[in-house]
């Protein structure tokens, strides 16, 4: 019997499989100036954002990459600035995020693998991408992680008709019995890469998502460019998302309001033993998300979704079955290529 497909095919799609997808971005992101291997690396984390049913964080990321200004600027290896056995301060080398973040990872592990716990600042880096992606390896590798990310001017604060803080994501990863649990957020009401991607495409969202440069509220892609999106949940989204731009300055961002502005990339991880032993937690982890998922439910209601269980399903069915991107997306790559 035929398997339904997951994502139904489009005028405006093509259906790529994941290894087109990397060998599509491979060649595009080769054309801008990166070597096979960090292009490899960087296409394997854009088709796998794909797998988990985000195509805004997919290939066409690299259109954008290919128009950042950092990209016209000199470029050297990843360095510890400074360091202890449990911490590190990075200096990313005006490397983008999807390189950098992963080689910060695994400094991460190593550390938490002798000492327990690494606490990780990462300056001077760009664009990181799908945050989860980094937080899964350390998870998988059974430690624990917290991560704060902070970025460009994109958010506008309650009242306010400026942008100021960026879409500052935040990610909490915990070790379990078969995948993860990873908790995976944006503070914005809607997430860079989306806005970008509908601002390429000439598109608007259904609702009001934030102002124009006039400070008047619009759906428009582009014009949420020039003014700014909102945060999610009001005066509260603003406040975490005012909290994780702070810990970005204490990773080495440094924030000129207007300006481009330097990443800040803030990951504290640790070994579950600290506190008990790891069979225990993941077992705890387990029963508890077990009690949610069988909770009764409200009349007509869905189940109750657990984080990141949907994108670990929907990406083992898209390996099978292939990914969809923008016909227009896929042109402009291989224009490139």
Not at 89 to 106: F, K, S
Not at 302 to 330: C, N, T
């Amino acid at each position: 019997m035929t398997e339904a497909l997951l994502d139904p095919d489009t005028e405006d799609t093509l259906r790529l499989t994941l290894d087109e997808a990397q060998a599509l971005g491979e060649k595009a992101l080769r054309s801008i100036g990166y070597t096979h291997e960090e292009a490899s690396t960087i296409a394997a984390h854009l088709v796998d954002a794909s797998a988990w049913g985000y195509e805004f964080a997919g290939l066409p990321r690299i259109l954008v990459i290919a128009q950042r200004p950092e990209l016209a600027k000199p470029r050297v290896p990843l360095s510890i600035v400074r360091e202890t056995p449990v911490s590190a301060m990075l200096d990313g080398g005006n490397n983008v995020g999807y390189i950098t973040m992963l080689q910060a990872a695994e400094i991460a592990i190593g550390k938490v693998r002798q000492s327990g716990i690494a606490l990780i600042g990462m300056r001077n880096s760009w664009f990181a991408g799908r945050n989860a992606y980094y937080l899964e390896k350390i998870a998988r590798a059974g430690f624990c992680g917290i991560y704060a990310g902070s970025s460009t001017p994109t958010v506008v604060p309650p009242g306010a008709a400026q942008k100021v803080l960026g879409t500052n994501p935040m990610v909490i990863a915990l070790p379990g019995q078969v995948n993860p649990f990873i908790y995976d957020i944006g503070t914005s009401s809607v997430m860079s890469g989306e806005l970008l991607m509908k601002a390429f495409l000439g598109e608007e969202f259904a609702e009001v998502h934030g102002i124009n440069k006039q400070g008047q509220p619009t759906r428009v892609a582009s014009e949420l460019l020039e003014g700014g999106v909102f945060p999610f949940g009001g005066h509260k989204g603003f406040g975490l998302s005012l909290a994780i731009q702070s810990l970005g300055l204490l990773a080495g961002a440094k924030f000129r309001n207007g300006d481009l502005s330097d990443f800040g990339y803030f990951l504290v991880a640790f070994d579950p033993e600290l506190l008990m032993p790891r069979e225990q937690f993941t077992a705890e982890l387990e029963a508890l998300l077990s009690k949610v998922r069988s909770l009764p439910l409200q009349a007509g209601a869905s189940p109750v979704r657990i984080p990141s269980e949907r994108g670990f399903r929907e990406r083992e069915i898209r390996r099978r079955q292939g990914i969809l991107v923008s016909r227009r997306v896929v042109e402009h790559l291989r224009q490139m290529s």
